[in-house]
């Protein structure tokens, strides 16, 4: 594994798809890893042929997926030299009433059962990381993301920080692990971004990533899954703090 930040060619959410729902499946994939930040606004997608390879599809099928998301305003294609498929999408401003919207949109128990999953799946990928013997890039990544979601102005932290917690389900090697806490991620990500980003937030957020990078590193399972599971409970009473 190497250190290459989030937005950039690599983007492990891309999975080849199944060929019975292909079309529907790369919409499905294109628009997590565009919601998720891991290809950020002004950032171009990867080549055409080397994203239809990733996806398993055919260069029609990709082309179809794009011109969707065009029309839907998350991408802007341009041709030419310099040109690809860039993303145009920008997470909205928090307004007042948009955290109860998004909550009542997930149904009676949703959020609680978002919140549960969530807590299930990441716990579960650091407790796997930590039981294995870190590579010397597998650390350099951990460290890497750490330092920038750590370092990040409130304005791009959110991306940051979704970037750390997937880098430690790929870092896993399964990509099965991956995905369900991209998943995890993108059933709460509306309800964060409807929620300010608080600077004593992540002041305190700071210290709870730090602890689950040590845990990781230290190789104990035990300490890495309680570190995770404290961060995600103050996520969770955040959430339910703005409904109150």
Known sequence: MDSTPAGASHVPLLRPVRAGNAFEETVERLLQAIKLGMVAHG???????????????????LREAIRA?????YLDVRRGRYGGAFVVYRPPNPRRGDLRKAVNRMGEGGLEDALTFRLAVECG?????????LTPGQRETLEARLAEVNGAAPAGYRRMDIAFHLAIAELTGSPLLTAACADARLRVTDLLNAIPVLRPNIEHAAAQHAAIAEAIVAGDPEAAGRAVAEHLEGTAALLRGFLA
């Open 43 to 61: 950032e171009k997608l990867p080549p055409e042929r080397e994203l239809a390879a990733q996806l398993g599809i055919s260069r029609v099928t």
């Open 69 to 73: 998301l065009q029309d839907a305003g």
């Open 125 to 133: 990928a650091a407790q796997v990381l930590a039981s294995t013997e």
